[in-house]
Nanobody, 127 residues
């Protein structure tokens, strides 16, 4: 059974940092793009960051550029999201997702570009 499990969420003050991790099991995702999405209460799920299969190409939403860094360790079947200079508006449930396309040329930035999803981890940033 394929599973993506996020960890590392929590409560942090504005300006602080958190590191989210996503551990994949049931299959290897080393040849598939991975992404992080987030969803705040009452809002649609939105793209935060994505990384291609090799780790050589990364994308970040405009709202997180310069603050969030996505990385992956294919040997460990894991992807991480380092979040610095957190703001209250970063408060959301953060989801890890995996693309179904083998070695896709582009990293998808919308939810329909991903097939596997984790259950999410809550990130709360207090002001």
């Amino acid at each position: 059974q394929v599973q993506l499990e996020e960890s590392g969420g929590g409560l942090v003050q504005a300006g602080g940092s958190l590191r989210l991790s996503c551990a994949a099991s049931g299959r290897s995702f080393s040849n598939y793009a991975m992404g992080w999405f987030r969803q705040a209460p009452g809002k649609e799920r939105e793209f935060a960051a994505g990384i291609n299969w090799s780790g050589g190409i990364t994308y970040g939403a405009a709202s997180v550029k310069g603050r969030f860094t996505i990385s992956r360790d294919n040997a460990k079947n894991m992807v991480s999201l380092q979040m610095n200079s957190l703001k209250p508006e970063d408060t959301a449930v953060y989801y890890c997702a995996a693309s179904p396309v083998w070695r896709a040329a582009k990293v998808a930035t919308t939810p329909d570009g991903y097939f596997y999803w984790g259950q999410g981890t809550q990130v709360t940033v207090s002001s």
